[in-house]
């Protein structure tokens, strides 16, 4: 969830514990959670109930932007702007101007790709509050982090430290208490 | 696979892609090693490759200052070594994209410790090659004519030749590559501004790792991206140097005008490139004890790499001389069946023939193929058999074309060979800043892969 508020932060240490303790807060009926891992797990999705990516979908329209917008380009300026008759030769030439349109499709959509791929991460930023949580280096590097929003209505801090602290967690940190 | 069969295969060392099950700190601490802690080694090679690398500027400060006059080409060689030199460095580009992003499609594990030192050296590879038709304008200054922009002089590119798709094929490639490459370094650059042991490091890498912080959210999107950047790169593989080989493919000239070229130079690109990678990798390995991360079995996959695509371009190479023969041309005989194996160049094109047709050969052995003295070895000659391939095919076809009385003979200058050397060093430079200061072997794609392996191993649940 981007931008969620901080409530409750547990460290565990390896992917399987966190996989069980995220199963035990959503049976808590907790929703509003994250997790923050060193790679992508992706059985944890389904769980996080994460929507699948717009990024294909936009990646696919910039792409066809890119290549209608470079066939239009060279069309224009070989057979519009600065006609030149070579050997009597058609000038709107459609198979000379497609690897420039090949290549300018496959430049747009990898720009997009690079720009969504960084937007929808929260990207770039300098600072974000969760880098304040103590311990919270180990998220890149062997830690496996499960979050909760401080303000899911089901969020019961007591409750949910000793759960989190029974499913194996290493640390539990109450983020701004 | 059962369960059974592939937690026999994954101890099996000389199958697997990772040695050992380190733990994450372990496997992390050794990746990020030469970033924290480099060895003493770094300065005087840098110092070395930086000198040449000044040489390589003031070389082409004179080219630029005093006019392309000073190469050796002149009609009718009118490309020699700057399109030589451009053709070998965009080739050794492939291999990079080839493994981060073909082989990630295709889901191989053995790419996974080698693409990110594969697609630096690509970027490397592809910044040098730029440099040779940016010199090859004469006025270099003027580049800018290439791009479609609206002067006062009303003329636009002409996009019916092939060198303005070079220009478009080559910048793409070049800003892809280097796309792919930082995406894939997002993560591991947070993971060395969370290990960094100095302040000043850590907000370096912190600006650098753009704030990542690895949600899962964040990975979702991420992965996808990914995904679709290597999606988007696979035909850029193909069509870069697809498009380089119409350069020649479109003229006339005997042993240019030929339709085999665009697969013909792909393949002979991915096999200089993973010989490339080869002569990186090895020392590499060696001097930053990376033997359980890169194996055997990547080296092995990489020698049947080489023997593949050495084959094809073995082929190609009997086509071509069929083709000529077939076709009853004179003048394609006559480059094909006698200038290039018997004219002045011909040390050149059977030195070719031997490292180009020959080296891969040693590879049907299992044992040759995992022993890393052959392989460097075979790897620096393949190097040079492609270097000769290229020179044989732009020279030799214009230095005897149609008319015997426009027949000159080639030589290249003092200025070509020291602006070809000078890229080398350059390239070195950026290869020894790139293990300096970069995550060279992927920390977290690591990790994702020893967590893979490990649910494999417990036969496919997490």
Not at chain 2, 75 to 100: C, M, Q, R
Not at chain 2, 107 to 115: A, D, F, H, M, V
Request: with cysteine; glycine share 6%; charged share 15%.
């Amino acid at each position: 969830m981007r931008d969620m508020k901080l409530g409750i932060m547990a460290e565990f240490e390896s992917p399987e514990a966190l996989l069980l303790a995220v199963s035990k807060l959503r049976e808590m009926g907790l929703r509003k959670l994250d997790a923050y891992t060193p790679y992508p797990i992706r059985e944890i999705e389904p769980l996080l109930e994460i929507k699948r990516s717009y990024i294909p979908k936009v990646v696919l329209a910039m792409g066809l932007v890119g290549a209608a917008g470079a066939y239009t380009l060279q069309w224009w300026c070989a057979a519009v702007s600065y006609p030149l008759n070579v050997g009597g030769r058609p000038l709107h030439s459609a198979p000379a101007f497609i690897p420039i349109t090949f290549e300018t499709t496959v430049l747009f959509a990898a720009g997009t790709c690079f720009l969504l791929a960084l937007y929808a991460a929260g990207l770039p930023r300098l600072h974000h509050p969760v880098f304040e949580v103590e311990g919270f280096e180990s998220a890149s590097i062997d830690g496996y982090w499960v979050a909760i929003a401080a303000d899911d209505p089901k969020l019961d801090a007591l409750v949910a430290e000793r759960e989190l602290i029974g499913a194996g967690a290493t640390r539990v940190v109450q983020v701004n208490p | 696979m059962t369960a059974t069969l592939s937690s026999a295969a994954v101890t099996r060392e000389d199958t697997d892609v990772l040695l050992g099950r380190p733990t994450d700190a372990a496997l992390t601490d050794q990746l990020i090693a030469p970033v924290l802690r480099p060895g003493r080694a770094f300065k005087p090679l840098l110092i070395v490759t930086g000198a040449g690398t000044l040489f390589l500027f003031s070389v082409v400060l004179y080219v630029a200052t005093t006019g392309i006059g000073v190469w050796g080409n002149n009609i009718p060689v009118a490309w020699a070594l700057g399109i030589v030199d451009f053709v070998w460095w965009i080739g050794i580009g492939h291999a990079g994209t080839f493994i981060s992003a073909i082989l990630l499609l295709l889901e191989q594990k053995w790419r996974t410790s080698i693409n990110r030192f594969s697609e630096g050296m690509t970027l490397f590879a592809v910044v040098q090659a730029g440099l040779f038709p940016l010199l090859h304008l004469g006025r270099p200054w003027f580049f800018y004519w290439l791009i479609p922009y609206p002067s006062t002089m009303g003329v636009w590119p002409q996009f019916r030749s092939a060198l303005p798709w070079d220009v478009v094929a080559v910048s793409t490639y070049l800003t892809v590559s280097f796309l792919f490459w930082y995406l894939g370094l997002v993560p591991d650059l947070a993971v060395i501004r969370d290990r960094a042991t100095t302040l000043r490091r850590r907000r370096v890498y912190g600006v650098f790792a753009l704030g990542w912080r690895g949600s899962a959210h964040d990975w979702h999107h991420y992965r996808i991206a990914y995904w679709l950047l290597a999606v988007l790169a696979t035909p850029l593989v193909l069509s870069v140097h697809s498009i380089v080989s119409m350069d020649f493919a479109i003229s006339q000239l005997p042993g240019w005008h030929s339709t085999i070229f665009p697969p013909f130079f792909v393949a002979g690109a991915i096999y200089s490139g993973f010989a490339m990678v080869l002569t990186l990798l090895i020392p590499s390995r060696k001097i930053f004890h990376l033997e359980n991360v890169v194996t055997a079995r990547h080296l092995d996959s990489i020698a049947k790499m080489l023997m593949v695509t050495g084959w094809i371009v073995t082929y190609s190479y009997a086509i071509e001389i069929f083709i000529a023969w077939y076709s009853g041309n004179g003048f394609e005989r006559y480059v094909h069946l006698v200038n290039r194996p018997t004219g002045p160049y011909a040390a050149v094109f059977w030195v070719m023939i031997a490292c180009n047709c020959c080296t891969p050969q040693i590879f049907w052995a299992k044992k040759m193929r995992t022993n890393t003295t052959v392989l460097f070895i075979a790897s620096i000659l393949i190097n040079i058999g492609m270097w000769t391939e290229r020179f044989i095919l732009i020279v030799t076809s214009q230095m005897r074309d149609f008319l015997t009385s426009s027949w000159h003979m080639y030589k290249p200058t003092y200025v070509d060979l020291s602006l070809f050397l000078g890229t080398l060093s350059f390239f070195s430079f950026l290869f020894l800043l790139f293990l300096r200061f970069v995550p060279f072997i992927p920390v977290s794609e690591l990790k994702e892969l020893k967590f893979e392996l490990h649910k494999e191993d417990r036969g496919g649940h997490a």
